[in-house]
């Protein structure tokens, strides 16, 4: 199955990754990632999702008929690498992986492939269209 080619994340999309995880430490938080054109724009969070300061752990079966392409949660801690757990989740969620760490700054984030394995994601300085609800 090859999934949509990813370009980057939007700066915005970015932005409000890591300020959800200084809003929620010290408990870490979760979600998964949506992309529209090759640019990761959405955080969707899953209904049921439970956060401590221990993990997030996210109800899959929740999961409405939509695409992910990846996934994205916080560590509390300054360390910005997958446990097993989080490789766990990885297998199942897509192709690009986002850790962000205490304390949350610009560069207080990683990204990986559904392996564990450092990849690199530009971020974007691009617009954001909102979806027009009818």
Avoid at 65 to 71: D, K, M
Avoid at 85 to 104: E, M, Q, V, W, Y
Avoid at 107 to 113: L, P, R, V
């Amino acid at each position: 199955m090859m999934g949509e080619m990813i370009k980057g994340i939007a700066k915005e999309t970015l932005e409000f990754i890591l300020e959800v995880s200084r809003s929620t430490y010290p408990n870490e938080f979760a979600g998964l990632l949506q992309s529209k054109d090759g640019v990761i724009t959405d955080i969707l969070i899953l209904p049921g999702t439970e956060s401590s300061e221990i993990n997030a752990v996210l109800r899959l079966f929740m999961m409405p008929n939509i695409s992910a392409v990846g996934s994205v949660h916080s560590h509390p801690s300054s360390i910005i690498r997958p446990s097993k757990a989080d490789l766990r989740l990885f297998s199942k969620t897509g192709t690009h992986h986002i850790i962000a760490g205490h304390p949350f700054g610009p560069h207080n984030w990683k990204c990986f492939d559904g392996r564990g394995k450092e990849i690199s994601l530009d971020v974007l300085d691009v617009e954001i269209e909102d979806d027009e609800i009818l």
